[in-house]
């Protein structure tokens, strides 16, 4: 299951001097804003403060779960089911977080960004902000499977702010059958010929 729960289990074990369980199981979390975030509520505050010629990377996460289930992936299988949003307004604040601590470099960890049309909105935000501050410098994402059109856009509008070196492609195997048997077949080739096609288009040079 997901960790946020299940780690402060464990960290509750060690606290009171229990025995460490082999295995902590937990239920989906189906409501995100129980999760407070390690950004806003000033958890790195201190360690970035005192160490200013650092560059920093976070994770920022606007989405989870994952609608597919490939055979190879833990993500899918382990959250297989409908995509939840986090809270706007804590995403909000987590970007106004980024700009006052000059973080460099964002991994998007939605499963698949670009899945919702306003997905963009991050992208263009980030630009925005690096154009008034010089941060953040990079963003890298894990593009949606099937709905290349926002992740294309992201991946041109990165590109040309300088902000990526190129865009991200997961070929698995271009067989019918392996993609069969790896429960990949419900990616179409045609949509990641798609993303080829773009990308070949606008230039912008492509990581496997």
């Given amino acids: 299951g997901e960790g946020e729960k299940n780690f402060v289990k464990v960290l509750r074990s060690v606290k009171d001097c229990k025995e460490i369980e082999s295995v902590y199981l937990g239920e989906r979390i189906t409501d995100l804003s129980e999760l407070p975030s390690p ?24 989405n989870r779960g994952c609608p597919f289930s490939c055979t ?8 297989y089911s409908k995509v939840k949003k986090h809270d706007l307004k804590k995403i909000e604040e987590e970007i106004l977080w980024i700009k006052n601590h ?22 263009e935000r980030a630009v925005e902000l690096k ?3 010089g941060y953040p410098r990079e963003i890298q994402f894990s593009a949606a499977k099937n709905k290349k059109e926002v992740s294309n856009q992201a991946h041109k509008i990165l590109y040309e702010a300088n ?3 190129g865009a991200q492609i997961s070929y698995q195997h271009t067989d019918d059958a392996v993609l ?29």
């Fill in 180 to 208: 069969d048997a790896i429960d990949r077949s419900n990616i179409k080739q045609d949509k990641l010929q798609e993303e080829l096609n773009e990308a070949f288009k606008n230039n912008i040079p492509l990581v496997g």
């Fill in 39 to 62: 950004y806003t509520t000033g958890v790195f505050d201190k360690i970035i403060e005192q160490n200013p010629g650092i560059f920093w990377q976070m994770a920022f996460e606007t």
């Fill in 102 to 123: 000059r973080i460099s470099y964002i991994f998007m960890a939605d499963a698949n960004f670009g899945i919702f049309k306003d997905d963009i909105k991050y992208i």
């Fill in 72 to 79: 190879f992936c833990d993500w899918g299988s382990l959250t």
């Fill in 163 to 165: 902000m990526c070196n």
């Fill in 131 to 133: 154009n008034s501050t």
